[in-house]
């Protein structure tokens, strides 16, 4: 498996609250991801990144920012939670040999339950 | 955005069934995938296809990369209880991009 962790894994907070969750791999990959996974919706990317200090939109990034100032971490955080944001977001990395780069493993996912 | 078109959406069989599932696009793909979840856990990599026509297998698992680019399917041979769960496919359309593009997921359920 690959070494991806994710925390909190489950956290309740309250409406307003900034909350960060918080992406730690130990396999050196360059690329790391931040998605978001509903019923009806499948898994969206909200934020990639693709080394220190850079990084991208996805296609749901209103309402998230991220931050990566080591390799091994990836920050996602919300800066004033809302409801719709209630969802279980995974992390992923992926950049192993060059014939592997789209290839992308998913840490174990945090819930995320806003009031 | 951009999905797979997965089927189907769910499957229910007996156990000791072989199973099969594809994914279809209009784009072209360099790389298809193949993911299984299992309530509450993130997706676990099953099988990664990078050449048109590739055939691999991983145990009881065997996934194949269309001629076209635009399909793969996944086959589960003699079904076992611990088959039980999602299975996504993605797919990676431009070389570099490391943006995945996925399907909706067929859920599995098998009867012992």
């Known amino acids: 498996d690959a070494g991806i962790t994710q925390s909190p894994r489950h956290k309740v907070t309250e409406t307003g609250t900034p909350v960060t969750l918080r992406c730690h791999q130990t396999e050196n990959h360059r690329y790391m991801y931040w998605y978001r996974q509903d019923p009806g919706h499948g898994l969206r990317l909200i934020h990639y990144?693709?080394?220190?200090?850079?990084?991208d939109k996805g296609e749901v990034s209103d309402g998230y920012s991220v931050s990566r100032s080591k390799t091994e971490d990836f920050l996602l955080t919300l800066e004033s939670a809302t409801s719709s944001q209630t969802s279980v977001y995974f992390c992923?990395?992926?950049?192993?040999?060059?014939?592997?780069?789209?290839?992308?493993?998913f840490g174990p996912g945090t819930r995320l339950l806003v009031l | 955005g951009q999905q797979l078109n997965q089927s189907p959406q769910s499957m229910f069989i007996q156990e000791g069934e072989d199973v099969s599932m594809n994914c279809t696009s209009s784009s072209i793909f360099n790389t298809w995938l193949w993911y299984k979840q299992d309530p509450g856990e993130g997706p676990v990599l099953l099988i990664a296809?990078?050449?048109?026509?590739e055939l691999t297998s991983n145990g009881r698992l065997t996934a194949q990369f269309g001629i076209t680019r635009k399909d793969s399917f996944l086959n589960i041979s003699a079904s076992i209880p611990s088959d039980v769960g999602i299975y996504f496919c993605a797919g990676s359309g431009i070389q570099g991009a490391q943006k995945l593009v996925f399907g909706q997921g067929t859920r599995l359920t098998i009867n012992p």
């Open positions: 992923a990395i992926s950049g192993g040999t060059s014939a592997q780069q789209e290839t992308q493993y």
């Open positions: 296809l990078y050449k048109a026509g």
């Open positions: 990144s693709y080394g220190v200090k850079d990084t």
